[in-house]
């Protein structure tokens, strides 16, 4: 199929002012490539706009330095999801005690293959160094962020009052769709924005000062165990849900006997253990059932609308003894990180400039580590909903025969779907085509770095996911040395996860070796002792999400996924980064 195209339909421009764009870090975004109606509809009418107005208001451009339509802000080629590498460096270059360096290292981590900085004329702009310095200032010493909160209100209000779906008709539910997943999300990524970018101030604050006076591994300690996190409240529900089962013989039985058709004997049986847990599945899944793999996509399935994903992590996580309650993890980590702050500050006593610097760190890491999270949370929870309301869609075109599957009402561009529901055959064709050239491009691996003078190479000649330069494997001794996640140290078997949804013989004593992670991911990380992923920096969602469950994690540990085989024994450090590896079978 790759040999027939050469670009895709939502390929998009390259930027000439802001000319280089990464697949670094954008594995948390879209590791899979976005649908034609997620990118059309979700990206270019809500992500893209309010990503645009969240650095506006955070003060690193002007309004008329960069455009919306065609995006300077992100790209896409071949579907795949690219973040902006120049744009965050010229906030690096306006930002007062910021470099366009260590922008790179907060937001992609010690990463090869990244292009060094280039300077552009334009890059300096005294004004918006004003700006940036009054926000600095605002992100190191505010508690509170109501546009944030706002957002999160109103997206969750949207949840509780979703109408019955399958009521409205077809020009409702698109009407529904294109509300949520552009204005209203527009709204919601403006605050977004802000917080995501106010999340890597205080951090690298605390870093730099606890690295001048020899305690760099504390620094991620004192950020740890926070509160406040949204993302991790889904783990927390799945992981009573899952002492829900172990400590039931009848719940443990019907797990052993399989995920597929589960609910359904549940809540068929008479046994009151079933019907405690299917009340407490469905008000878990009433608030968290927006969660899935490449969850910023409109065509992923979600927890809700695939609910053997989150089942199959519940039966991996059964397995775990009670010692790895997360709310136990959090207290002990609460109480490690109160106690080195006292420590760190004595230290810094008589030096009032440092001294007030490491506090106002430690809590703007706090506070924008937790917006940052409500903020992805309300976001997802907008794109769920339109999500649901397209879905009812395809389903209503499945049952009429116009489509093989509900998934491929994703496939249209949004200024198409209105021509398709007046006249559903008159492009079947042209969507079955597209589903078959989509699912071709999910096996396909996208250029890593993309510049305005190389321009795209042709989507014929990208390789196979797979294919190409094999990474070096593993022996025993070697250290492979990643970046400071979560603290804590550990020993366990490898178990290298690829899927969410395929988590394998993940269990007590094992440590999960994945490629990227979302929040989607964090029942698992329950289920094992450890984390290691590919990519990633210390304000990335695992890190953020391990340190809240007190687990282990290491990030940024380049290829790790194919240099680590399943079944090895490795001991990870979170505080420092670092995968030593004790056997290889």
């Not at 421009?13 to 997620?38: C, H, K, M, Q």
């Not at 900085?117 to 940036?132: I, R």
């Not at 020899?214 to 950020?223: I, L, Q, S, Y």
């Not at 903020?375 to 879905?391: D, F, T, V």
């Amino acid at each position: 199929m790759t040999d027939q195209i050469d670009t895709w339909i939502t390929d998009t421009e390259i930027s000439t002012r802001f000319p280089y764009y990464t697949r670094a870090n954008a594995d948390e975004v879209g590791p899979e490539p976005f649908s034609p109606l997620g990118w059309s509809l979700g990206w270019a009418k809500g992500c893209i706009p309010g990503v645009a107005n969240g650095f506006v208001a955070f003060g690193v451009v002007e309004p008329e330095e960069f455009a919306v339509d065609p995006p300077e802000v992100f790209g896409n080629w071949g579907g795949y999801f690219y973040n902006q590498l120049s744009l965050p460096r010229v906030m690096g270059v306006r930002m007062p005690g910021a470099t366009p360096e260590a922008i790179d290292l907060a937001y992609f981590g010690d990463h090869p293959g990244v292009p060094p900085y280039t300077p552009h004329p334009d890059d300096n702009n005294e004004a918006q160094s004003v700006k940036l310095a009054e926000t600095m200032g605002w992100v190191m010493s505010t508690a509170s962020f109501p546009a944030q909160e706002e957002a999160s209100r109103v997206a969750m209000q949207f949840v509780t009052d979703r109408p019955d779906l399958t009521m409205l008709s077809n020009a409702e539910l698109i009407a529904r769709a294109r509300n949520l997943a552009g204005p209203v999300l527009e709204e919601a990524w403006t605050a977004y924005c802000q917080s995501a970018l106010g999340a890597s101030l205080g951090p690298g604050a605390v870093q730099a000062i606890c690295e001048a006076i020899g305690r760099g591994p504390d620094a991620v300690k004192v950020m740890t165990a926070v509160g406040g996190i949204e993302s991790a409240d889904a783990g927390v529900a799945m992981w009573n849900l899952s002492r829900t089962v172990r400590n039931s013989a009848s719940l443990m039985a019907e797990f052993d006997a399989g995920v597929d058709g589960l609910l359904a004997r549940l809540r068929a049986s008479d046994d009151p253990d079933a019907a405690a847990f299917v009340e407490e599945w469905a008000a878990a899944i009433a608030v968290h059932g927006h969660r899935g793999p490449n969850e910023w996509d409109l065509r992923a399935h979600s927890w809700t609308t695939l609910p053997s994903m989150p089942l199959g992590m519940l039966e991996r996580m059964r397995h775990q003894g009670d010692a790895k309650s997360p709310s136990d993890a959090h207290a002990r980590g609460v109480a490690e990180r109160e106690r080195l702050t006292i420590e760190l500050l004595e230290m810094l006593e008589g030096d009032t400039e440092a001294h007030g610097g490491l506090q106002a760190g430690i809590a703007s890491a706090a506070a924008f580590y937790g917006f940052r999270e409500m903020g992805k949370n309300s976001c997802i929870r907008l794109i769920h909903e339109a999500k649901l309301a397209l879905m009812e869609i395809g389903y209503r075109m499945v049952a009429d025969g116009v489509l093989d599957d509900s998934q491929q009402i994703f496939m249209l561009l949004d200024d198409e779907v209105d021509g398709f529901l007046a006249d559903p055959s008159s492009m079947t064709a042209t969507i079955r085509d597209r589903d078959a050239t989509f699912a071709t491009l999910q096996t396909l691996e996208p250029p890593y770095i993309i510049k305005l003078e190389e321009g795209v190479a042709p989507i014929s000649t990208w390789p196979r996911r797979g294919g190409g330069e094999k990474a070096a494997p593993v022996a025993t001794g070697d250290v492979l040395q990643g970046a400071m996640g979560s603290p804590g140290v550990v020993t366990g078997i490898a178990r290298v996860i690829l899927d969410p949804s395929d988590p394998g013989a993940i269990g007590p004593g094992d440590i999960m070796v994945a490629p990227t992670t979302d929040p989607s991911w964090v029942p698992l990380f329950l289920a094992a002792e450890g984390v290691v992923v590919d990519v990633g920096a210390v304000a990335s969602h695992a890190a953020i999400m391990c340190r809240e469950l007190g687990i282990p994690c290491a990030v940024s540990v380049v290829a790790a996924t194919k240099r680590i085989p399943d079944g090895a024994t490795i001991e990870i450090d979170g505080s420092t980064g670092s995968v030593t590896v004790v056997e290889v079978p």
